[in-house]
């Protein structure tokens, strides 16, 4: 893992700890906000943004979702940095999968950070959400993203699909915060586990979230009602995710997706929606889970499951 402090390239052990060897994750974020007016400085203007992304990760995940959901292609630009992070974290280039930095060249992601800020001291995450014309980070909070996609842009993209309907938001904020402490963070929580207690009370509060959301959906299609709204989209990364890398490499393995039957039509019904699957890439999820060194030292990517296909299967 690497950080950067005042600016330049930092070893870190892998993740952050507590003493009962829980996992913890770090904040430390960029939180401007574009809006439709520019009253925050940031006018939502085709053109003027750049997402950098991976095809790995889940949080980067739900902004390409909600970008293609809102028909934002050709207003937001997007860069996919290599499947792997390496000595110097995020880096980009075709000789993999990634494509080239298209806006300055770089070579990494952390390069992107000290040109918003040169002393920047934190982790250099993905998703980043670019400002072409400030020459600055907007934001690379995902949760923070997808709320601007769904409502800043809605002259330049698909005014009519709101995933954040003003009647809903409560429950949907009620859903999130519940789903990504249970699963979403949850399953990090098992796989960066570094003892037996804490990764026992992980697996367990996981799966009984995954029980749960089950019995919800025996009741209604989607997570809040009749439509997917983005309580389902940021679900969906981590279910989509489930089977491929978070069932073995994480020890999630007291079931798996495809064995509750509602959860799994759901994340099949979720991923043929027109747009979604082009967001789905499974040999950079492989790629990224099985090279986390602390996980899976030799760096062996599974062969199976095949999932492609059968999610794709009408
Ligand atoms: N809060 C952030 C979290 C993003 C995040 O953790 N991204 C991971 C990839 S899945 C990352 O870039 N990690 C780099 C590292 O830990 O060195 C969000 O949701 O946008």
Known sequence: MKDLVDGVVRERPFEPETENGE???????????????????????????????????PWAHRTLIVRALKRLEAVISVAVVEPIIGPQGWAFGEASRGTADPLYGKQYLHEIYTMAQPSFTGIVTVPVLWDRRERTIVNNESSEIIRMFNSAFDAHGDAR?????????HEIDALNAWIY????????????????????????????????????????????????????????????????????????????????????EYTRRLYQVPGIAETVRFDHIKRLYYSLPTLNPNGIIPKGPDLENRLGQP
């Open 23 to 57: 996992f913890r994750r770090e904040e430390r974020t960029f939180r401007n906000w574009i809006t439709a007016d520019g009253s925050s400085g940031f006018p939502a203007e085709p053109g003027r943004y750049h997402l950098y992304v991976s095809l790995g990760c």
């Open 181 to 264: 402490d249970r699963v979403n963070n949850g399953v990090y929580q098992a796989g960066f586990a570094s003892t037996q207690a804490a990764y026992d009370q992980a697996v367990d509060r996981l799966f009984a979230a995954l029980d749960e959301l089950e019995r919800r959906l025996s009741d209604q299609p989607y997570l809040v009602g009749e439509r997917p709204t983005e309580a389902d989209w940021r679900l969906f990364p981590t279910l989509v995710r489930f089977d491929m890398a978070y069932h073995g490499l994480f020890k999630c393995n007291i079931r798996r997706l495809v064995d509750y039957p509602r959860l799994w």
């Open 161 to 169: 699909l709101d995933l954040y309907p003003r009647p809903l938001r």
